[in-house]
């Protein structure tokens, strides 16, 4: 069986690094999930490792970088990555980090995105990629 190719999302990576015990527990079963292989860009990136550097949090930075480097498949092109986005957002009514996942996603071939968003936000309203969130065990405690 082939791993299945899993795109998380930035509140995904900081749940796991840094999140209440609950959270970061059910987030590091995603991420150490043998069964999986990981998708990213460059923008989920920007959104975790700039705040962990400034602060100079040499564990979260450790961390990230960690995954990173664990990450087999990347979007080609940035280009491609933000003219999709722009028509996800318009299509779905998404804010513009969102879309930038959800082409991301799509374009590296991700088969399902992971959030941490609620289920009622517009990025549930896609309809390009499967998305699961792990919102529901976030919460609670």
């Keep these: 069986m082939n791993p299945k190719k899993t795109f998380v999302d930035a509140g995904v990576l900081i749940d796991a690094a840094r999140g209440k015990p609950e959270a970061a527990e059910y987030a590091m079963t995603i991420l150490d999930d043998p069964e999986r292989e990981f998708v990213s860009s460059p923008f989920v990136k920007l959104e975790v490792l700039p705040k962990a550097i400034y602060e100079k949090n040499k564990d979260e930075v ?8 664990a990450v087999t498949h990347w979007p080609k092109s940035t280009g491609e990555v ?4 722009f028509d996800e957002a318009s299509k779905f009514g998404l804010s513009a980090m969102d879309s930038l996942h ?12 992971i959030t941490t968003e ?17 919102r529901p065990v976030r919460e609670s405690k």
């Design 62 to 69: 450790d961390f990230y970088n960690t995954f990173f480097d």
């Design 82 to 85: 933000t003219s999709r986005a």
């Design 102 to 113: 959800v082409a991301a996603a799509v374009l590296a071939m991700a088969d399902v995105m």
């Design 118 to 134: 609620k289920s009622e936000k517009p990025i549930f309203r896609c309809n390009s990629i499967d998305i699961v969130t792990i």
